[in-house]
């Protein structure tokens, strides 16, 4: 008998443990939902917190929007915790408006952006709207940054957590649903919100935020494999008037108007419906990220225990994050460009400045595409990277910018060129490619021009012509008139109106060294009149270095000068007008080979001169801009038209007129100078300037062979000023004075100088 029961126990035993080896306890696939909501998105990052302190492993992900953006970062291999801590050091502002440095445009793109205070396309002559606030590069350029480890990965499911994204084709208003394709691209598009981005292309199809057709797509999750949901719904119901304060949040109302009676049913398809209450914030509350997070973060922790008996019916546990090791350097030994029907290789090329199979740091490469963001030539720079073995290819999808015809207007009033209003034409593709042609008509108290056609090569050779006309009058001291002319004495003539009339035309080659420095080689003509109509009167016979006319006008000078010459330019100041950082040099070399000679004085000469600057910020708002400067003219020739002639208050200079403050315009005259200059400006307020200036200067003829150059300072200056940045251009008022004169100036400016 008891042989009997060993036997039986034996069978039972045998029977029982296949079975159980055969049949484990089953693996409970948990699907992760993330709704859009802009800002109030940053609330999935506090859930994702909760969620893993729980121990729950997700299993798929899909998300719309900013739901896309966090659920691929997380389903790439980020934890919650590196989320945070991205999403904190993250500047959207910056981010979302496209603000690029200014450093990432050209030189002639600089004199460009700062001149006008309205760009509006001009095409089919009909003004044109822009599609967007932004075109999304800035975010773009990021994505690709912090997604990098999963550059390879084409196919979605293949992610450490399968994922997918929603988007909307605006052509069909059909809802694609994006499990493959380049992953920055794809979660982009999800998130191209109507009116704040751009739509994005991708595979031939434009692309709108998700959110438009399904902005919580529990099915699509379910479909996918989960078993158990868990949803997080930062989306908020219908709000009152008082809320729609912007084109956003109505855009976002209407299309509230169907997701509110979805979420209903979307909300019961949900095991684990986590909603953050984000009714006090707006789609562009970034500021308000800290507040966002923890919310999504203590409504979470409401929903602990449940989390918690969710990890305890998985078999196997979460895997332990590695953590992302974030990319400083790649390596791209080759380019690859899409889309550039109208702008040539080397232009594009010319733009990134990189070079090809060497080790490139990523912010030189986002720097290159800044430079060509900045150009204005593209509505959208999409690109990947993929790994060839050797290194990488970078793929560069250009989409480019279909308005070649603007129309720019500006407004400016100084004490020099008094009140003037601008109107600009300007064409891009005007003869070839690459090239942009563009004419200022500016009408006031003087008459003005500047034509410029220039062909843009990048870092090759690139040409220009430029031709522009200024003119000003200003009341001078006579003997200044004395001392650069050959005029009679007259006790009683203190001060003349002198008009200042100069037509210069150039032809250039211009260059980039080493990416920050420009190089230009030109020729110009110069055609120069001083002249004034207080001297009624001339006796051409006893002073024949002065000449009237039948307009009654006396001519100081009224010269044609050809000339050679050479510039080299440094420009990584951040704002041209009130710079808190970044550097200065300016140095030019003009050699004046042959003139129509008005005053039969003229000889072979140079004019060299150079500015050097650099600014940086001393403690919290308050910075310090500090400038050297100098110039002296080379040989024996009498003309004295080119010589230095320092005073007033300005940002745009012809010949060698030099802003000196505590000096009215054109009181220190000399074929030689050297001029200090610092200022210290407190921005009390955002674009908000409290400034003080101080400057030292010697001026005279030949100070360098005399030595007088590093003596003492003959002449100071001091002022104080208030500047506001506004958005037709600076605005300016100034109070100088000098202990040498005994006297002060007020100097006014507005909007941008021309």
Known sequence: MRLLLIFALISVLTNTLPAQEQNPPEDLKVGLVLS???????????ALKVIEEAGVRIDYIGGTSMGAIVGALYASGYSAHELDSLFRNTDFPELIQDNLPRSAKTFYEKEDSERYAL????????????????????????????????????????LPIPFFCVATDVETGE?????????????????????????????????????????YPVDEVKNSGAELII?????????????????????????????????KEKAGKTDIYIKPNMDAFSVIDFNMRESIISIGEKKTREHLEALKEVAARQVVSPPMAAGIQSQDTIVINRLLIKGNNNYSRGYVKGKLRFDLAEKTSFNKLQQGLGNLSATGNFRTIRYELVSNGLGQDLILKLQENPNRTFIRVGAHYDDLYKSAALINLTRKHFLVNDDVASFDFILGDNLR????????????????????LNEFDQEINYNIIRSNFDVPEDPN??????????????????????????????????????????????????NPGIQGGSDNRTFFEKSNYFSTYGTLVLDTYNDRYFPSRGLYFNGDFHLYLFSSDFNDNFKEFSIAKARMGVAFPLAGNLSLNLETEGGFKLGTSGVSAFDFVLGGFGSTNINNFTPFIGYDFLSLPGNSYVKAYSRFDLEFAPKNHLMFTLNYANVEDDIFRTGEWFTTPDFSGYGLSYGWDSFFGPVQVMYSWSPERD????????????
Do not use: C
Not at 449 to 468: E, L, T
């Open 231 to 263: 949803g997080v719904d930062v989306q908020h119901g219908l709000r009152k008037r008082e809320s729609l304060q912007s084109a956003t949040e109505i855009l976002l109302q209407i299309n509230n108007y169907r997701t509110v009676g979805q979420m």
């Open 493 to 542: 003539i203190n001060n003349i109106n002198l008009e200042v009339s100069d037509l210069t035309n150039q032809v250039y080659l211009q260059t980039v060294v080493r990416e920050e420095f420009a190089f230009s080689l030109g020729v110009e003509h110069k055609l120069l009149k001083y002249s004034t109509e207080t001297l009624s009167e001339v006796n051409e016979d006893l």
């Open 36 to 46: 859009g909501g802009g800002a109030k998105g940053l609330a999935h990052i506090g």
């Open 175 to 215: 809802e694609i649903i994006l499990r493959e394709g380049y992953l920055p691209e794809a979660i982009l598009a999800s998130g191209t919100f109507p009116s704040l981005f751009e739509p994005t292309e991708v595979d031939g199809r434009i692309l709108i935020d998700g959110g438009v057709l399904n902005n």
């Open 743 to 754: 006297a002060s100036s007020v100097f006014f400016s507005i909007g941008y100088w021309f």
């Open 119 to 158: 760009t509006l396309p001009f095409n089919n002559y009909k003004l044109a709207i822009p599609q967007a606030l932004s075109g999304g590069q800035n975010i773009y350029n990021e994505l690709v940054k912090v997604l990098y480890h999963v550059k390879d990965v084409r196919k979605f499911d293949q």
């Open 449 to 468: 021009y500047n034509a410029q056609y220039y062909i843009d090569k990048g870092s090759y050779w690139s040409f220009g012509v430029n031709s522009r």
